[in-house]
């Protein structure tokens, strides 16, 4: 992949996307404006050492919804509306490949996600007392991982999105779906132990759970670990995640329409 190519694309995509307020506004405005909220309330006690904090469950959380926001719902707006204006079908003429027209297409929304994480991060540990992130490897693998299974499942959604306006409808399965099964709302420990067990398979569970290893040492149901003890519990969410993103990419490749349906 030619990081040139990828990164001038990005910058155009970067220009459109700062010309179009309403979608700059959803993905940047409600996340910054909850983590706001959050850092405004008193701290959430933690107590238990086999649990997460009131705050740290609800930052983490915010993680997860950054990726909906930014990674998913932003980018299946923008591969709708670059397809049905005819641009994609154009980039495919020239020198760049079909991962390059969508990896570049979507740089700019991942990039705004990352930047997101990293605030919450920092602002989790400033103005809510939360550690350093234990183990930073893990923490970015969760972050990255997800955003680009995200950025698949948007390209996937796209294909049965006709117009940008129905990008409105099409995606909430998935919102609703990660929302309120992914342990972003409401804890997967709170939930019965089969029901608990499945709903760590939708796409944004082992994402939330890889940055949670990742920065607090446990996703909620043990003891915080070590640098090291994170990485063993940290093998079966990424699994999941890399199944993910093997299943969405061949998705695309099977079914991604790069011009209008005539």
Not at 117 to 144: E, Q
Not at 149 to 176: I, M, N, Y
Not at 234 to 245: F, I
Request: overall charge positive.
């Amino acid at each position: 992949m030619s990081i040139g190519r990828i990164r001038a694309l990005g910058r155009a995509e970067l220009l459109l996307l700062w010309r179009d307020r309403m979608a700059l506004f959803n993905a940047v405005v409600p996340p910054v404006a909850i983590v706001g909220l959050a850092a405004g309330t008193p701290a959430g006690g933690g107590g238990r050492g086999d649990a997460l904090s009131g705050n740290a469950f609800l930052v983490t959380s915010l993680l997860g919804f950054v990726l909906l926001g930014a990674a998913y719902y932003t980018v299946v707006g923008t591969f709708v509306a670059r397809r049905e204006g005819l641009v994609l079908k154009r980039l495919r003429v020239g020198e760049l490949t079909d991962a390059q027209v969508l990896v570049g297409t979507a740089s700019p929304a991942i990039v705004l996600a990352l930047a997101q994480i990293v605030l919450f991060t920092a602002a989790g540990a400033v103005f809510l007392g939360l550690p350093v992130p234990v183990n930073a490897a893990v923490l970015a693998l969760g972050a990255l991982g997800g955003a680009g299974v995200f950025v698949l499942l948007a390209a996937a959604s796209a294909t049965v999105t006709r117009t940008v306006e129905l990008a409105q409808v099409t995606t909430l399965p998935v919102v609703l779906a990660c929302l309120l099964g992914s342990g972003v709302l409401i804890p997967l420990e709170a939930l019965p132990g089969p029901v608990a067990a499945v709903l760590r398979f939708l796409p944004l569970a082992p994402a939330v759970e890889l940055m949670r290893l990742g920065w607090l040492g446990t996703a909620g149901t043990g003891a915080p670990a070590d640098f090291v003890g994170v990485f063993g519990a940290a093998a079966a969410p990424a699994a999941t995640l890399a199944g993910w993103a093997v299943l969405g990419v061949v998705v695309v490749r099977r079914w991604f329409r790069w011009e209008p349906r005539r």
